[in-house]
Each structure stands twice: as C-alpha cells, then as structure tokens.
C-alpha cells in the first residue's frame, strides 16, 4: 500500500501498523473481525495477534503464548487484565511474533540448521536421551491407543462419544501405566482440532487460586465466544475436599467439562456430590499381549532389530536409525516376551526396563557376532532377556499400603483361609509381603481370623497366631516372613467353625434392638463386699459350684432372657 509523503499515518492499536487515516476505520474493522485479506500487509508487520492461554502462576496448565490468525477467538486477550505483564496486546504480539520466527528461522524440525539441507539423523542414544520413551510413544490419536478393550473397544458407548467430540465429565480411575493419561492427551488432541480449550492441572502441585482463574477464563470462554473448556485433573485424589467442591456448580451448569485421573478408588477419595456429577471410567491392568504391542511399537521406532523373525532381521528402510558407522542394535525376541510378564500391566514399567536395558548396553558398547538369516555373520549390540530383567531388577508388584489394594489382598487371604486352600492362602500373603507390608499388621488380622473362623475348632490356633504375631516383632522382615508362612498353613489345614463368632453377633443384636431398660443382675450372681451390701440381698441364695459334686441347678441369665439360647441356629 503505498502512501502519499504529506497524508499523516495512524498507528493501529491491535496489530501496531502504520495506515493513513483515512483507512484506519475500515482496517479496525477487519482486524478485530479477522478479515486481514481486506487490507494488504505492510512489508514490516503482520495482522497476528496473540491468543493468551497461559497457566495461572504455579499451576501446569497446557499451553503458552500462542499466535494465530486474527479470527473471533481471537479477541479474548483483551479481557485478561495483569496478564500481559505490562505491555499492551499489541506490544506482546509483536515481540512473541518475532520470537516465533527467528525461532523458525534457525530452528529446523530435526534439529539441523537453516538452510544446510536434510538434517543428520540422530543416533539412538541420543533419541533415548531427549525423553523418557514413555513419553515419546504416546498415541495422540483413538486409533493409536493400545488396550481397555472392555471401555474403549469398537461400539462402545465411551469410544462413539470421543469419536463425535461430544466429552462428558468422566473419573478415569485405574492402575499406573493402565492408559489413563494417554487418554487425556488423546481427549486434547481432539479437543483442540474441534475448537474446544483443553487445560491440565495436576493435583500435586496446583492451588485453588489457580483453579478459580481456569474457571475465570472457562466463563469468558463460553460467554464470549460460546466455546466449551475441558478441564484434565491428574491424580485428582489428592485435592481436599474444599478444593473439589470448587468445581461442582460450573460441573453442574456445563461452564466446563471434567476429566479427572486417579490411582485410587473414587468411592473413598473423590467427593460424592463430585462424583455424581461424573462418570466413573474403570481401567484395568494391560493385557501381557498389549504391552508387547506397545513394546514392539517402541522397538520398531527406535530401529532396533529383532533376532528370531526371519525377514526382519535384515536390513530394511526403516533399519537401525544410527548413523552408518555406528553398529546395528539388536534385541532377543524372547526378551520381548519376558518382558510383559515382569511389569504386571504397567505399559510405563515395560517401557522404562527396555530403555534402560538398551541405554546400558549402549554404554557399554560391547559387541556381538550375530548369524542373521538371510544376512550372514555380522557384529552387533545384542539386548538379551537378561537384560531386560536386570533393568527391571525384579517383578513389579502393584501394592499399596494405604489404598484399595491392601483391602483387595487382606480380603483374598481371608477367604482363602476359610476355603482352605493353602496354596492360595501363601500366594495372597506373598503379594502382601513383597509389595511392602508390614508383617505385624498381617499377623494382627491372623489373630483375629484364629478366633473368628476356626475358634473352639482349634483351640491351639489361637496360641499359633499370638506366637506368630511376637516372633514377626522380635526378628521383623525378611526373617519373620516364613513365620507367617506357617501360621498361614497351619490355619488353612486347620477345621473351621464360626460359633462362637455368630452366638456372640446374637447377643449384640440382642443389646440393640432392646427398648426401655436392660434388666437389672439377678441379686444371687451379684458379690457382696460390704455388710450394707450383703444386708440388701446381694449373694443371697448363690450356690457355689465347686462344692457340689453334681451339676447345679441355678438361673444365669436375666429373669426375662430366661431359656435364650444364642447358640441355637
């Protein structure tokens, strides 16, 4: 657009360009409507303006300073007051807009320089060192995503709701490594190529100060540019209770969508009236045949080659991604096996051995003489299983002491004492043990179970579980665990009879469906210490048993509980 030298030039306050007067109405107009094409841009500035999506200060809420064309969306930097630091909309704009393209300008996609043609591809250590390869695998597409085939398989109700972007606010509740923040991130990428905004807190670290300002911008969202706002809570357990009843009236009114993760039960850490506002998604532990897809996805993406699969282990396109003089890596195809069975459904587990099996193999830098099929001897780097399981260093066992977990297991272990079956009953106290347990507490839920479930049965049972219970305390773990062995197989073998637990369940209902006043103790069973005392009657008629050589007859109970008999069935 060229100006004449003597008309006056009008500096725009949204995109900070010079125009002449004359025109400075009807480009105001396009630039806050994002019609940039209207007017032809100047050979110094760009019609861009930033969209602000900051976190709030300490929180990790997705997304920065970010620029995009002028559109309605657009307008919503001019409604965040002290965000900006200072500096008009305009200002920021045009500083975060040069940064992004001096940034383009010498940053290439694969880290080469401008210019300088193809980038040099990057050798396997160095792609293990940018991100831990759980991270980096992570699909950010519905149909990358491995496992939950129960919740998220082909017709499911979950699935055909994510496929039409139509998100409720769901409690995505499972193991470690189950999928649950993949999802999230699959739920994001979606989101935000549908125009929705996606933020993510994590409950470690966030504040209710930043809670209300994501529901403040939420707010704006929805009434300025009738845009939805979904909001990703990871390990939403730890909020309190204050902080989660932040979110039930905009959860209520739709001012935003939650999405809450969590390794522990809903039931016992999420508010009910929270909950009843959400649905409870349940994820299971990985099959073993899903994290080997995920580890074979791993392995194919790092380059590496698998020994024992025929043409594979030839050179192809994608082959070793190392540069020419580096030597090919390989992994044992039964290592790849193993390795699913030792991370019990925990994908991030699997991952995290592989990668550091190849990292120290690499550092090591020892080579291998391979015989390839159809490829002759060659020198390599060998992964072997026994490598993987020293990455490992042992199974992983999903235990937590303070959670649902330990219910689960002290429950199984209970049940499975009273079934008698002591094979079950020593692999449910191995779970408990080598997940961490403290041995006292098992021993403590043992005395109880020697009285409860085997009681006059066995009287000795009882003596088995004390002795077990001191011995745990006087020698502690490891030691003590073949103490509770024992006392764990002796109960299973042991006869079981509940009759002396039920007679006195009867004599406690018995107590509190009584009304008015309990009766009073008949005066013979009552002793008489003073002569006052003995002067009322107290003892007045008792027979003392050990005097007489036959049986005595005499009333024990209550007049009005006389012939109860709570051991009658």
């Avoid at 018995?510 to 013979?524: A, D, E, N, S, Y």
Wanted: aromatic residues 6%; charged residues 25%; hydrophobic residues 35%.
């Amino acid at each position: 657009m060229e100006v004449a030298e003597d008309e006056q030039l009008v500096r725009c306050p949204v995109c900070l360009r010079e125009l002449p007067g004359a025109h400075i109405n009807s480009h105001l107009d396009s630039c806050l409507q994002g019609g940039e094409d209207e007017v032809e841009p100047g050979p110094s500035t760009t019609c861009k303006r930033q969209r602000f999506t900051a976190a709030p200060s300490g929180s990790q809420v997705e997304g920065e300073l970010e620029l995009e064309e002028a559109g309605p969306a657009t307008i919503s930097s001019f409604f965040h007051k002290g965000r900006g630091g200072g500096q008009s909309p305009g200002a920021t704009s045009r500083k975060s807009w040069a940064g992004r393209e001096e940034a383009a300008a010498v940053k290439p996609e694969d880290g080469g320089s401008a210019g300088s043609g193809p980038a040099p591809r990057r050798s396997l250590a160095q792609k293990l060192e940018e991100k831990p390869l759980a991270e980096r695998l992570r699909p950010s597409a519905l149909g990358d995503y491995v496992g939950q085939e129960r919740v998220l398989g082909a017709q499911t109700l979950l699935r055909s709701l994510l496929e039409s972007h139509e998100i409720p606010s769901l409690i995505l509740w499972g193991p470690p490594g189950c999928g649950k923040t993949t999802l999230a991130h699959i739920i994001a990428n979606s989101s935000r190529k549908n125009g929705t905004w996606f933020v993510t807190l994590s409950a470690t670290s966030a504040r209710t100060t930043d809670i209300r300002d994501v529901i403040s911008q939420a707010q704006n969202e929805k009434k300025l540019f009738k845009r939805k706002t979904i909001l990703f809570i990871d390990e939403i357990h730890r909020f309190n209770k204050s902080q989660q009843d932040t979110f039930l009236p905009h959860v209520e009114r739709g001012t935003l969508t939650l999405i809450g993760a969590t390794t522990e039960n809903p039931s016992f850490q999420v508010n009910a009236a929270l909950l009843s506002r959400c649905r409870v998604i349940v994820l299971e532990k990985l099959s073993v045949e899903a994290i080997e897809a995920i580890l074979m996805r791993a392995v194919r993406s790092l380059g590496v080659q698998i020994l024992g699969q025929g043409d594979q282990h030839s050179s192809s396109a994608t082959g070793s991604s190392s540069e020419s003089s580096e030597l090919p890596v390989y992994i044992e195809e039964k290592a790849l096996k193993t390795l699913p069975y030792l991370c019990d459904g925990d994908a991030r587990t699997g991952l995290n051995g592989l990668q550091l099996a190849v990292q120290a193999r690499l550092a090591m830098g020892k080579t291998t003489s391979l015989n390839i099929p159809k490829g002759g001897s060659t020198d390599g780097i060998l992964i072997t299983e026994e490598d993987v399981k020293e990455g490992l260093q042992q199974s992983h066992i999903l235990y937590d002491r303070a959670g649902e977990e330990q219910c689960n297991c002290i429950s199984a272990l209970h049940h499975s004492l009273r079934g008698s079956d002591e094979n079950a009953s020593l692999y449910w106290l191995g779970r408990m043990l080598e997940g961490g347990e403290d041995p006292l507490y098992v021993a403590r839920r043992l005395v109880r179970f020697a009285s409860e479930d085997i009681g006059l049965a066995d009287p000795l049972a009882l003596t088995q579980a004390v002795a077990a219970y001191q011995g745990c305390h006087f020698i502690g773990m490891p030691e003590c665990e073949v103490i509770l062995a024992q006392c764990v197989v002796y109960f299973a073998r042991a006869p079981k009879s509940i009759e002396v637990y039920r007679a006195y369940n009867k004599v406690k209902e018995h107590l509190r469906m009584h009304t008015g006043p309990l009766p009073p103790v008949p005066l013979h069973l009552r002793n008489a210490p003073t002569t006052l005392m003995e002067n009322l009657g107290y003892g007045k008629g008792c027979k003392y048993n050990p005097t007489y050589k036959e049986p005595v007859e005499q009333d024990y109970l209550p007049e009005e509980l006389k012939g109860t008999d709570f051991f009658k069935e």
